[in-house]
């Protein structure tokens, strides 16, 4: 895109050009995630960084593996004057600061709190409390939230519930990847009319004909902290059986991770059928099926 259509020329060395790039980073950001939300097939691959009901650091690291299929579109523009280098350096710095505000740890950043994305602001993005639901899209900054009216301060008074208005109440990680997905097909399939078919996809996950485009605060459960969580509990020995072979796993995926470009198709996919295959059957021994 950035051979055909880069209508600017920006020079890569200039300051101006990085906090250009820095700007048009973090706003396609906001609109990505806003999509995530608001659009119900986005909201679908997206969902699963929303499944926990804890909110720590590996909050951060639970994401949907379909979401990077069409994040890509909504950066596309910036090829009209961002140098592709450029891009990417941007890229990995958005992407590495959100991680460390997940977290609870920290109350408050003050004064920075009215520009910055902050775990305060943050955790109440993941929230299923009302006044929590589709705010503070923003990735480093929060500006945009301020701006575009879908900023909300947390409420000392009402702590934040964490995890998706539905729950789960399973381990299973295929489920937790795809089950917004058979939702929303069921829906599309039972409705009446090729028009509401349409915007079960492309309205909010809430909307319903004769409803609003992001459906009725009204219609979501009105949880207040402290909220039971879904949670089994194994024997001793089953839990270590599944933390080990849990590691196990992880240090297989990262090896296949690491030699990607060597393997074979096959290879490849048998590797990701094995690992698919181990974590399912962990959640499983979890859920005690």
Request: aromatic content about 18%; some cysteine.
């Amino acid at each position: 895109v950035y051979d055909h259509f880069n209508y600017f020329k920006l020079p890569w060395n200039s300051a101006w050009t990085w906090w250009l790039s820095f700007f048009a980073m973090d706003l396609s950001y906001y609109v990505f995630h806003r999509a995530g939300h608001e659009l119900n097939a986005f909201w679908a691959a997206h969902q699963a960084h929303h499944s926990s009901e804890d909110y720590n650091l590996t909050t951060a690291l639970r994401q949907g593996f379909i979401q990077g299929f069409f994040s890509a579109i909504f950066y596309l523009p910036m090829a009209i004057a961002i140098p592709p280098s450029m891009f990417f350096v941007h890229a990995q710095f958005n992407l590495l600061y959100q991680f460390w505000i997940h977290t609870q740890l920290i109350r408050s950043l003050g004064p920075l709190e009215y520009i910055l994305n902050t775990p305060s602001h943050h955790r109440v993005h993941h929230g299923r409390n009302r006044y929590c639901i589709d705010k503070n899209y923003g990735g480093t900054l929060i500006i945009w939230d301020r701006l575009f009216g879908t900023f909300q301060a947390e409420k000392e008074s009402e702590p934040v519930v964490y995890g998706l208005t539905h729950p789960l109440n399973t381990w299973d990680p295929i489920r937790a990847q795809l089950h917004h997905f058979q939702h929303i097909l069921t829906r599309a399939w039972s409705i009446k009319g090729f028009k509401n078919k349409f915007w079960v996809f492309f309205k909010g996950p809430g909307w319903a004909p004769g409803k609003p485009r992001q459906g009725n605060i009204e219609d979501i459960p009105d949880v207040k902290y402290p909220h039971p969580q879904y949670n089994s509990s194994l024997p001793l020995w089953a839990t270590s059986y599944v933390v080990i072979h849990f590691a196990l796993s992880v240090l297989y995926s990262t090896s296949l991770a690491f030699k990607l470009k060597t393997l074979s198709p096959l290879h490849l996919a048998l590797g990701i059928i094995l690992t698919t295959g181990s974590l399912y059957s962990y959640g499983i021994l979890f859920d005690k099926k």
